[in-house]
């Protein structure tokens, strides 16, 4: 057996914050009132991390990279037929190629929405002042039922899966997302993890965060 390093620390902090932030924006959203100050604001944070990953998948530790888990279809049948090659069960595997890019679209979606919505009790997104009132009512019901429930579908399939993977196929896919390393029967490649790549990291979500106040403000700016 061969120990690597499969999620490198930024990887690792997104993959937690973004799911503290998922089950924040869950709960303030439930309890409503004066918590959806904190909705928005955990949206915001959301956002930020969703812009970093975008960003980390092409200049990230290798295992992180969107080219180390694009898998071709045939690969995909390979794999739920039992035929995969060592490299697929490392970081993301065919399937888990599948609830990556879902949840990324479906979080950004969801967020992208909110800055538009309007519950005309509790919340005003920041951007509502910038499109009609057809966009903001669309807007306002895409994110409160449909983004809702299919963010909350897909979390419960990828807790699921996790299960899944630990008790049937005795894969433990929480370790590595916590420690870094995995052990595999082939040397294959580390993800590069090392001080310069993880200030790399921090100037990367630094800009993303950036990029959110700048959207944010647009809205501001239109209110002013």
Request: aromatic share 14%; charged share 10%; proline share 3%.
């Given at each position: 057996m061969?120990?690597?390093?499969?999620?490198?620390?930024?990887?690792?902090?997104?993959?937690?914050?973004?799911?503290?932030?998922v089950i924040g924006l869950v709960i303030t959203a439930n309890v409503g009132g004066s918590w959806m100050t904190w909705h928005g604001r955990l949206g915001y944070a959301v956002l930020s991390l969703?812009?970093?990953?975008?960003?980390?998948?092409?200049?990230?530790?290798?295992?992180?990279?969107?080219?180390?888990?694009?898998?071709?279809?045939?690969?995909?049948?390979?794999?739920?037929?039992?035929?995969?090659?060592?490299?697929?069960?490392?970081?993301?595997?065919?399937?888990?190629?599948?609830?990556?890019?879902a949840l990324i679209t479906v979080l950004l979606l969801q967020v992208s929405t909110g800055l538009f919505a309007d519950d005309e009790i509790a919340f005003t997104g920041p951007l509502v002042g910038l499109v009609?009132?057809?966009?903001?009512?669309?807007?306002?019901?895409?994110?409160?039922?449909?983004?809702?429930?299919?963010?909350?579908?897909?979390?419960?399939?990828?807790?699921?899966?996790?299960?899944?993977y630990k008790w049937v196929k005795k894969d433990n896919l929480v370790r590595p997302m916590v420690l870094g390393d995995k052990q595999v029967v082939a040397p294959l490649p580390s993800a590069r993890d090392n001080g310069a790549s993880r200030l790399l990291?921090?100037?990367?979500?630094?800009?993303?965060?950036?990029?959110?106040?700048?959207?944010?403000?647009?809205?501001?700016?239109?209110?002013?």
């Open positions: 061969h120990t690597i390093r499969v999620w490198d620390l930024p990887t690792r902090l997104f993959h937690w914050s973004l799911a503290l932030c969703l812009l970093f990953r975008i960003v980390w998948g092409f200049v990230g530790g290798h295992w992180s990279r969107f080219s180390s888990f694009l898998y071709h279809p045939s690969t995909l049948l390979a794999y739920l037929r039992g035929n995969s090659r060592p490299e697929d069960r490392v970081g993301h595997n065919p399937l888990g190629m599948l609830s990556v890019f009609s009132g057809d966009t903001v009512s669309q807007a306002t019901r895409y994110h409160k039922s449909i983004g809702k429930l299919l963010l909350i579908a897909l979390v419960a399939l990828h807790v699921l899966a996790i299960l899944f990291a921090l100037v990367i979500w630094a800009a993303c965060g950036a990029v959110v106040y700048w959207i944010v403000g647009l809205g501001q700016t239109s209110w002013g």
